[in-house]
């Protein structure tokens, strides 16, 4: 083996050995899916979160993320392959370091930066030569070379020859049995083309397929182009909603005989409104800061302004459906069927049930709830429990379904309900009176 020379080359003989140590800042949805890749290929890696609570549950080899099975995550507690921490003094021990903390927006709508900056800061307390720092959180072009770099350079540390600093934006789709952290092809852009090599050389010990880009801004972009693709497709499918509800239309209908084109068209489907942490977000981080150089983004205001009426459309469908049954939505018992931001997965960040939930009480309805995932829900600073499906739906005025999770057994549904507002075309094969579609 030749003798490494540099502090680049003693670096990837590390990662080529899988002797680096690896370190994963924030143990989210995310973070902790990437750790165990990692320690499934044979690394020492180190969780670390800010959060005690999550800390104690992996390092008694429990996982609390979905894609995670606590079956497969146990076995790499117990080998010792994987801790957690929330001392961030382990990254001086530490040869590569990835992050993975929130970016929500304020209610403003900027970018809200403060956790990268404050594990950013603790970081740089223990950074040391020859370390591989990348940054994974979803954030606007030049975050990476802008806000980080200016944390990381010391005179002892010059980027691309003492440290490597990449973004590499996370692609995971939570509860898609089909694509997780492995086989999904990640993405990787370094500030120098060294820090680029060395990125891609460290997600090749684990991952299926690497894409080297150029920079860190066109990583950064990559991820924003993706979001906001969706985010616009579906503003335009929902607008075509609306449009062929005016029209009496089905909406569904049109979508899936189009999407019998060969080429040239991809199916994109109305809904209750957007959820999750990056759709209805991340393509606000891009018109933040294209606004700074004075450029509009039409296209995001548009489809946010859309995607945004779509709970009260929803509770408009469910009034006008309750009313051509004499009934007023004030004092009637409203059902909503599935909360989850989306199908068979326990995640209800940004979900639209909150909304239509809130428009619902706003409006004098009784709204209760169930979800085979998800047991408890703030709505309007106050908790609600989940209730149970069949009783519910038995007795509800009108049932909504929200989330059309594959667990629901829509047949009892349609039998037992006296109304259903559906608003994912849960029920496409059953015909009956009682429904109502988006
Ligand atoms: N969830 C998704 O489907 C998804 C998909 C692609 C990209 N992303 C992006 O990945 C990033 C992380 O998202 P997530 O869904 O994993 O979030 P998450 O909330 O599930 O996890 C983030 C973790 O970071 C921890 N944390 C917060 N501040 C910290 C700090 N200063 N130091 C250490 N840990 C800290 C939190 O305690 C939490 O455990 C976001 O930028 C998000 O936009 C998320």
Redesign the pocket.
């Known amino acids: 083996m030749p003798i490494a020379t540099t502090v680049a080359e003693a670096l990837q003989e590390k990662i080529k050995s899988r002797t680096a140590r690896v370190g994963v800042?924030?143990?989210?949805?995310?973070?902790?899916p990437l750790a165990v890749e990692f320690a499934r290929a044979g690394f020492h890696v180190t969780g670390?979160?800010?959060?005690e609570t999550?800390v104690t549950t992996l390092n008694r080899g429990e996982s609390y993320?979905q894609d995670v099975p606590t079956s497969v995550f146990k076995s790499h507690v117990e080998s010792g392959k994987f801790t957690a921490t929330?001392d961030?003094s382990v990254v001086k021990d530490l040869d590569t370091i990835n992050?993975?903390?929130?970016?929500?927006l304020r209610k403003t709508k900027d970018p809200d930066m403060s956790?990268?900056v404050?594990?950013c800061q603790?970081i740089a307390k223990y950074t040391r030569p020859g370390q591989l720092i990348i940054l994974?959180?979803?954030?606007y072009p030049g975050t990476t070379d802008e806000l980080l770099l200016p944390m990381f350079e010391r005179p002892d540390l010059v980027v691309g020859q003492d440290f490597f600093l990449c973004f590499s934006?996370?692609?995971?789709?939570?509860g898609n049995p089909k694509f997780q952290t492995i086989n999904i092809p990640k993405v990787v852009g370094g500030i120098t083309p060294a820090c680029t090599e060395i990125g891609s050389l460290f997600y090749a010990q684990a991952l299926e397929k690497v894409v080297p880009v150029s920079s860190t801004r066109v990583a950064e972009m990559v991820?924003l182009l993706e979001n906001t693709f969706r985010m616009i497709n579906i503003g335009l499918v929902n607008e075509l909603a609306l449009m062929c509800d005016q029209m009496d239309v089905n909406v569904w209908e049109i979508i899936d005989a189009a999407a019998t084109k060969p080429f040239g068209f991809m199916p994109f489907y109305p809904g209750p409104g957007l959820g999750?942490?990056?759709i209805p977000?991340?393509p606000f981080y891009l018109s933040w800061k294209t606004k700074q150089a004075g450029i509009e983004a039409r296209f995001i205001e548009l489809a946010g302004y859309i995607n945004g009426h779509m709970p009260h459309f929803v509770v408009d469908k469910i009034q006008n459906a309750l009313n051509d049954q004499s009934k007023a939505l004030r004092g009637s018992h409203i059902h909503v069927l599935g909360v989850a931001y989306k199908r068979d997965i326990d995640?209800v960040?940004e979900s639209p049930a909150l909304d239509v939930m809130h428009l619902l009480k706003k409006r004098g309805a009784r709204v209760t709830f169930s979800d085979p995932y998800i047991r408890t829900l703030r709505v309007d600073d106050g908790e609600m429990h989940g209730a149970d499906e069949k009783v519910e739906c038995r007795q509800a005025d009108c049932v909504v379904i929200i989330t059309d999770h594959v667990r629901f057994d829509y047949e009892n549904l349609v039998h037992e309900a006296r109304l259903i507002v559906d608003t994912r075309n849960a029920l496409k094969n059953i015909k009956s009176e009682k429904i109502v579609r988006l």
């Open positions: 800042v924030g143990l989210g949805y995310v973070g902790l670390i979160d800010v959060q999550k993320v929330t961030f992050i993975a903390v929130p970016t929500p956790y990268i404050a594990a603790e994974e959180s979803t954030t934006p996370e692609r995971v789709d939570p991820k999750g942490h990056c977000i991340d995640d960040r």
